[in-house]
């Protein structure tokens, strides 16, 4: 009874409906029509303000900020129809949706483009932080893995690094990871399984294993790896 009557309330405002939103025309004697909601725009959500993401800018970064400025804005601002400026006195990038952004999860990727940007990833690696949706940024510090001092941390660096970069390379392209080594802080930009295979190496590293050790067990888990995907 409650079916037929929902049936015929939908069918005698049909046309007052119509106008507001679509309506899925279920198949089957009986079946009740149910209205389809477009998803909201950035625009609508939260009252119609804009939302607003804040990134700092340490230091050492202002140079190479302004050099690739460019690079940052045109993706940002013209690909995910999101406003970015830079406040000179606050030391930060300021991020803003518009009225024609058309997803509000762009926001917090551009957030995420330009935060990987001041942790030290180039552009392009930064860049399909924009473009994926399964790709973060994990940070450690070496004393979270073991607590070393005085020369005993500058050959965990050194270790880490290799001979000009060789073991941090040999790292990246084995796991389709890319790893900033910035004095004590490391950061791993990847997808998740792949920066636990690269975290994991890293750590082996710090505790003093040798390089060809971690390499064999790095030959091992991207054929196993391979295999899965």
Same mark, same amino acid.
């Given at each position: 009874?409650?079916?037929?009557r929902a049936t015929s309330a939908a069918a005698a405002g049909g046309?007052?409906?119509?106008?507001?939103?679509?309506?899925?025309h279920a198949a089957g004697p009986g079946a009740v029509e149910k209205?389809?909601?477009?998803?909201?725009?950035?625009?609508?959500?939260?009252?119609?303000?804009?939302?607003?993401?804040?990134?700092?800018?340490?230091?050492?970064?202002?140079?190479?900020?302004?050099?690739?400025?460019?690079?940052?804005?045109?993706?940002?601002?013209?690909?995910?129809?999101?406003?970015?400026?830079?406040? #000179?006195?606050?030391?930060? *990038?300021?991020? =803003?949706?518009?009225? !024609?952004?058309?997803?509000?999860?762009? +926001?917090?990727?551009? &957030?995420?483009?330009?935060?990987?940007?001041?942790?030290?990833?180039?552009?392009?690696?930064?860049?399909?932080?924009?473009?994926?949706?399964?790709?973060?940024?994990?940070?450690?510090?070496?004393?979270?893995?073991?607590?070393?001092?005085?020369?005993?941390?500058?050959?965990?660096?050194?270790?880490?690094?290799?001979?000009?970069?060789?073991?941090?390379?040999?790292?990246?392209?084995?796991?389709?990871?890319?790893?900033?080594?910035?004095?004590?802080?490391?950061? #791993?930009?990847?997808?998740? *399984?792949?920066? =636990?295979?690269?975290? !994991?190496?890293?750590?082996?590293?710090? +505790?003093?294993?040798? &390089?060809?050790?971690?390499?064999?067990?790095?030959?091992?888990?991207?054929?196993?790896?391979?295999?899965?995907?």
């Amino acid at each position: 009874m409650q079916v037929e009557r929902a049936t015929s309330a939908a069918a005698a405002g049909g046309s007052s409906d119509s106008e507001g939103m679509a309506v899925d025309h279920a198949a089957g004697p009986g079946a009740v029509e149910k209205p389809r909601f477009d998803p909201l725009m950035p625009s609508e959500m939260s009252g119609g303000r804009p939302q607003f993401r804040k990134v700092p800018v340490p230091p050492h970064r202002f140079a190479p900020l302004k050099r690739c400025w460019m690079e940052i804005y045109t993706p940002v601002y013209e690909h995910m129809k999101v406003d970015i400026r830079m406040n #000179i006195k606050a030391r930060r *990038v300021e991020l =803003k949706t518009r009225q !024609d952004t058309p997803d509000v999860s762009n +926001l917090q990727k551009c &957030a995420d483009f330009v935060h990987a940007f001041m942790l030290g990833f180039d552009i392009a690696d930064a860049v399909a932080l924009l473009r994926l949706d399964d790709l973060y940024v994990d940070s450690f510090e070496i004393k979270d893995v073991k607590t070393l001092r005085g020369e005993h941390l500058s050959r965990a660096i050194g270790r880490l690094s290799g001979k000009g970069g060789k073991t941090k390379y040999a790292i990246e392209n084995s796991t389709r990871t890319r790893i900033v080594i910035a004095d004590t802080k490391i950061h #791993i930009l990847g997808s998740f *399984v792949n920066i =636990k295979v690269a975290r !994991d190496s890293l750590c082996s590293l710090i +505790l003093g294993s040798p &390089a060809g050790k971690v390499y064999s067990k790095l030959r091992a888990v991207s054929a196993r790896l391979a295999e899965r995907y």
